[in-house]
Structures are given as structure tokens and as C-alpha cells.
């Protein structure tokens, strides 16, 4: 059993990322080198964003690239423009989003 299996106990209904992608709930954008993980937007801000997505992937990876210490074994969030545009990495990938939208 994992350290977050412990502390919430069992999953009773997970929404995958296949499922948000189908639902046009998230964007796919492209995968991380080497690892192939996904790097995602939300539509809302995909929308918003779209011509200059490729900058606010660039900038977040790099801020992501750096240690915080209030990153988890789990997850890293980093604000990319104050209350506008947040990234979140964790072992399914990299998104993109509103604040609103977490």
C-alpha cells in the first residue's frame, strides 16, 4: 500500500486522463523528453492561450526544473503568471491551468 493510498484510503472512482482528454477537459500539447510523460492544458486556459502556448510551456518546465520546498514526492505546482496561469507536475505528466480550474 502507498503513503497516499494510506492517508485517503481506497479509490472509489478515479476520472483517468484518457477520460479528460476524450471530454475535451484537457489538451494535449506534447510529451516530456525522455521520460514520454504528457504535457497538458486545460481547455479554458488552452483556449486563452493557444497562440503562445509553446512560451508558457518553456517557462513553466524551466520553474519546474528548480526545487521548492514545498514540493511533495508527488507533486510540484508552480505559479507561472500570479493568479492566471499555474503549472502542476506529478507522475502522470505536466498541466496547465487557471487557478480555477485545479
Keep these: 500500500m502507498s503513503d ?18 476524450a471530454d475535451g477537459i484537457l489538451v494535449k500539447t506534447g510529451h516530456l523528453q525522455p521520460s514520454g510523460l504528457p504535457v497538458v492544458f486545460t481547455s479554458n486556459l488552452f483556449e486563452d492561450v493557444k497562440d503562445h502556448y509553446k512560451d508558457i510551456i518553456a517557462k513553466g518546465l524551466e520553474l519546474l526544473s528548480k526545487p521548492d520546498a514545498e514540493d511533495s514526492p508527488y507533486m510540484k505546482l508552480r505559479v507561472i503568471e500570479k493568479g492566471r496561469i499555474w503549472a ?15
Design 88 to 102: 502542476v507536475a506529478n507522475t502522470e505528466g505536466v498541466t496547465f491551468m487557471k487557478p480555477e480550474d485545479y
Design 4 to 21: 497516499v493510498q494510506e492517508f485517503f484510503g481506497e479509490v472509489i472512482s478515479r476520472y483517468t486522463l484518457e477520460q479528460a482528454l
